[in-house]
């Protein structure tokens, strides 16, 4: 009888949380755990002597393989021995949970057990392997050299095997594992490069920042998935799609030396890097996914699993830890995510792609009115100041005329008039006047009132103008 085994790494945030305050030492954590989710179910086969083929999905921190009933004491057993040297190495942080099942009932039925036996592992009652976790004699324990050397290794740290008893738990390979590794290389060219050295190369603001992306109702459409083929075909497209699909976008030429990927998973990906740079690595990372998703998903009705939300958090200065801004990317995706499928949240506020279109051309204005034809860069600060949003203005503007600008729009219309009246003339000019008016001004509002999209593209065209001062 055939039985599924499901398993899962546990305490993944908690493990990257625990990095120390070197980029370096996140970076290789955040590599390591991609490593184990691949090696672990390969080395379960390989123990058990089966084939690679019965290994249905892996990455992401879980896996899914096929193994026949007689195997499943054997596999409980290396599973077992596999989480505790895991638990000992990275300092209980790490721990392995899985589940297995008999192929008996549809399809929905067996991966409902699977997940409620997973469910149990989140408590401590839930350990039932005898002395899974008692007293034993460990290895040496994980240091900050180890996983700085794993990044640093990065391509060639990726071929590695789940060994017991090497550094790490991982020992050298013939193949590498399938997971995304471009990084932009450091002015020696003989390692990553540090955020701070990513923030500098970008055109603007020396700024860094760290991009996240997570599939809209994955979970949901996974429980749709009606057979054990369709959940292992949705699960291995999609992770080929973000795998195949960062590393691709990373190494093209506007990307190659701005972005380092720090993992792709199932549904989800992370990657930092120069700001510029990573806006525009969200919008075609979007645009690739869109057209991805609807291929893989084009025989499977609803929207779950056919959209991509995002979240770009800048670091607040270029020494920011890149754990802390990694993190900061997290919230403002779950805020992105639970504002709606398929937004973006960029320099603090959430649109969906049509907004972030709008904002884009918008940034290009102001650009334009101040390189083109010889607009004050004081324009961004005027603009600024009239937000509605007092805690973000420019300091010079935050005070008592502020508030009454924004009661009194007409003094908004006199004083960008005189901001806007330059000696060009032409139509192009005049053009792009009356499409910035548009956008900050509603006749029918009784005070100014800028759009989500036109912040957005207010922060975007000033981060671009900091770099001509510089």
């Known amino acids: 009888m055939q ?32 490593l184990l989710a691949e090696a672990v179910p390969r080395a379960l086969l390989a123990r058990l002597g089966l084939s690679p083929e019965l290994l249905g999905t892996s990455g992401g921190g879980q896996f899914l393989a096929v193994l026949a009933v007689e195997h499943q004491a054997a596999a409980n057993e290396f599973l077992t021995e596999v989480t505790r040297k895991l638990s000992a190495f990275t300092g209980a942080k790490l ?24 469910l149990r592992w989140r408590g401590a009652s839930a350990f039932e392997n005898d002395g899974l976790f008692e007293p034993f004699v460990p ?19 990726v071929a590695v095997r789940w060994e017991p008893w090497a550094q790490g738990i991982l020992a050298p390979a013939e193949l590498p594992l399938p997971v995304a590794t471009h990084a932009a290389l450091n002015r020696a060219g003989d390692a990553p490069a540090s955020p701070a050295e990513l923030g500098a190369r970008a055109k603007g603001a020396p700024v860094w920042g760290v991009l996240r992306g997570d599939v809209d109702g994955m979970s949901d459409r996974l429980k749709k998935a009606a057979s054990v083929e369709e959940h292992i075909q949705i699960s291995v497209l999609l992770k080929q799609l973000f795998a195949g699909e960062t590393q691709a976008l990373a ?42 998703s609807e291929a893989i998903l084009e025989d499977f009705a609803g929207a779950e699993g056919k959209t991509l939300s995002m979240a770009l958090a800048p670091a607040s200065s270029p020494d920011s830890s890149l754990a802390g801004v990694y993190a900061e990317a997290g919230r403002l995706l779950e805020i992105a995510k639970s504002e709606g499928r398929d937004t973006v949240c960029l320099f603090g506020r959430t649109l969906d792609w049509k907004q972030f279109a709008a904002a884009s051309d918008l940034k290009k204005t102001l650009v334009k009115l101040i390189d083109d034809f010889g607009c004050p860069p004081q324009l961004l600060g005027d603009l600024a100041a009239f937000y509605r949003e007092t805690d973000r203005v420019l300091p010079a503007r935050a005070g008592r005329r502020t508030v009454e600008t924004q009661d009194r729009p007409w003094r908004f219309h006199r004083r960008l008039g005189r901001v806007l009246d330059v000696p060009a003339r032409s139509r192009e000019y005049q053009k792009a006047r009356k499409s910035l008016l548009e956008e900050f001004l509603n006749r029918r509002q ?25």
């Open 3 to 34: 039985i599924f085994l499901q398993g899962k790494l546990l305490g993944v945030e908690a493990f990257l949380a625990d990095a120390s305050g070197d980029d370096a030492v996140f970076a290789g954590r955040c590599l390591y755990a991609s």
């Open 95 to 118: 721990r392995l949970a899985w589940a297995l099942t008999e192929n008996l009932g549809a399809w929905s039925d067996v991966r409902k057990r699977l997940d409620e036996s997973l």
């Open 139 to 157: 290895q040496t324990g994980a240091t900050d050299a180890f996983y700085k050397d794993l990044w640093r290794r990065l391509p060639d740290s």
């Open 251 to 292: 190494t093209q030429p506007e990307f190659r030396r701005k972005v380092t990927i720090l993992y792709t998973g199932g549904d989800d990906f992370a990657v930092f890097g120069a700001w510029d740079a990573l806006v525009g690595f969200a919008q075609e990372f979007h645009r690739i996914f869109g057209m991805g």
């Open 446 to 470: 009784a005070s100014v009132k800028l759009k989500p999209s036109g912040r957005v593209a207010l922060d975007w065209a000033r981060l671009a103008q900091e770099g001509e001062s510089r």
